[in-house]
């Protein structure tokens, strides 16, 4: 955001807003107006901080001008608005900094709790979901709760993720990478349920199966994940196999605060079944994702640091292929219809 400066954020209001799995928009405003609460008086120092610029640019913007233009003097509103969206942006660009730092000899957050003392992690960051008790919402062990790495700056992007690792019956055999800031005591952190339609749609595995050469696509995104800027896929056949990559790629310029989310699958002709499933985020510099968006993904090769969020390697059936790879890829509407329409049995 222009205007900032150096504006410094609280360790008190990084922590409680990068655990926090109701996420910043609404909740600042709230505190900040809650005398009972124990952030209020930071939360509004915080504000007063906020430089006069970053108000006035946001004064002008035409979303929070659509919101507020009746209002008077819209001065605290903006700052609030401001410190939402900054505190969104700041949460994102301190996870990915985490995600790119890991990989040292000590165990990185949550896996240094001592909730988790007991589980083991392997060399990509990631642990057994069967060591974990499923709630609905919340991965518990130990009287503690995480959740599964965010893969947007919503912290709630990979909820549909795990339910569907879940409900497709493939938990068990599936290993996936903890947050490092979404975690609490079962008590405090609350368990959190939404409302969306992922619909696991058949695929023409005949189809699939009898690809000779390539397929491939590209989508620009359609503006209802304003993170993304273009999904790409490509079926390729290798011998008894067929591999699927999907990738969706942040907008240039914003790998500070964005990751891109890549699946690769691979299918067994003969044997009809997925034999290896992973989903994982793939961090860039911004000149690694502008020459990464120059060129199709089929030609990219390795690029980018790749941070696992999940992966199996048992073998499992291919009729969960669909609704987990549209789970994983939440908000991409170009994903959802390719899968509904495209390839759809």
């Known amino acids: 955001m222009n205007g900032v400066g150096d504006l410094l954020v609280p360790d008190d209001i990084f922590d409680a807003f990068a655990a926090d799995p109701l996420g910043v928009l609404d909740r600042v405003g709230h505190i900040a107006n809650s005398v009972e609460s124990p952030l209020h008086a930071s939360v509004n120092r915080f504000l007063q901080e906020i430089p ?33 969206r900054f505190l969104i942006d700041h949460i ?12 040292g000899g000590l165990r990185p957050a949550p896996y240094s709790t001592a909730a988790l003392s007991d589980v083991s992690v392997d060399s990509e960051g990631l642990v057994r979901l069967p060591d974990f008790n499923f709630d609905g919402s919340r991965l518990i062990r130990n009287q503690f709760a ?7 700056s919503s912290p709630n992007s990979t909820y549909w993720l795990l339910r569907a690792l879940y409900s497709e019956g493939i938990a068990d055999q599936c290993s996936i990478r903890l947050d490092p800031f979404l975690f609490g005591a079962v008590d405090s952190f609350p368990s959190v349920f939404y409302k969306g339609l992922v619909y696991g749609t ?9 690809l000779q050469t390539p397929d491939h696509g590209r989508w620009f995104s359609d503006g209802l994940n304003p993170d993304a800027g273009i999904t790409e896929f490509c079926w390729t056949p290798r011998d008894n196999e067929v591999h699927f990559i999907c990738e969706e790629l942040p907008k240039v ?5 964005s990751a891109s989310r890549y699946l690769h699958t691979v299918y067994c002709r003969e044997s009809k079944v997925i034999t290896h499933f992973d989903g994982a985020l793939r961090l860039y510099t911004d000149a690694e994702l502008l020459d990464r968006s120059s060129q199709h993904l089929r030609n990219a ?22 609704l987990v790879t549209q789970a994983f890829f939440i908000w991409n509407r170009d994903v959802v219809n390719y899968f509904r329409q495209a390839i759809a049995a």
């Open 253 to 257: 310029g914003s790998s500070r605060t």
């Open 301 to 322: 090769g390795k690029q980018g640091t790749r941070v696992k969020v999940f992966r199996t390697d048992t073998p499992v059936a291919r009729e969960c292929f669909s």
């Open 52 to 84: 006069q610029t970053a108000v006035a640019e946001t004064c002008a913007d035409a979303m929070f001008r659509g919101f507020y233009s009746g209002v008077q003097n819209p001065d605290r509103l903006a700052r609030i608005w401001f410190a939402e």
């Open 202 to 210: 058949p695929l023409d595995w005949d189809k699939v199966a009898n």
């Open 146 to 152: 995480f959740t599964v790495l965010s893969t947007t």
């Open 92 to 103: 994102s660009e301190r996870r990915l900094e985490r995600m790119r730092e890991a990989g």
